[in-house]
């Protein structure tokens, strides 16, 4: 009869047990929630600088040969990005420097990023296809 009396407050125990578990699988989950977020935010940070790239390497290629550069850009990104960026490709006597700015959309409010900027420049090439 020890064996059936002592069963009995480790059932209990085993109860108070389950309901401890399932507190810390919710808190767990959360934890977990917020890395992921923060896992796609980096991606989404690491995604906008290649496309920034991108579309400055596009706009200076194609301003150099005379054509709207800050089109280009812009048809070089993705559409979600392209929509905030600032694509500007001013034209030189030699040379043309493309700058592209993204913003960086927030996944979680609590990371903010600074926008991220890349530049390209490239010779201006006349319609012969040579340098000036």
């Known amino acids: 009869m020890t064996g059936h009396h ?3 407050p480790h059932h209990r125990r085993g109860r108070s047990d389950r309901g401890q578990a399932a ?3 919710a808190g767990w989950i959360g934890i ?3 890395a992921a977020l923060a ?4 991606g989404i940070v690491a995604y906008a600088a290649q496309q920034a790239g991108t579309a400055a390497r596009a706009a200076a290629r194609v301003a150099s040969q005379g054509g709207d550069g800050a089109a280009a850009g812009r048809g070089a990104m993705s559409a979600w990005l392209a929509d905030g960026a600032e694509v500007s490709a001013p034209s030189g006597a030699e040379e043309v420097t493309a700058t592209v700015t993204v ?5 979680l409010p609590l990371l903010r990023f600074d926008p991220v900027t890349r530049t390209t420049t ?11």
């Not at 490239?122 to 000036?132: A, D, I, L, N, Q």
């Open 39 to 42: 896992a796609v935010q980096l």
């Open 23 to 25: 507190i810390e699988f």
């Open 6 to 8: 002592s069963g009995a």
């Open 122 to 132: 490239m010779p201006v090439t006349t319609s012969e296809g040579g340098t000036p």
């Open 103 to 107: 913003d960086i959309p927030a996944v």
């Open 32 to 34: 977990l929630l917020i």
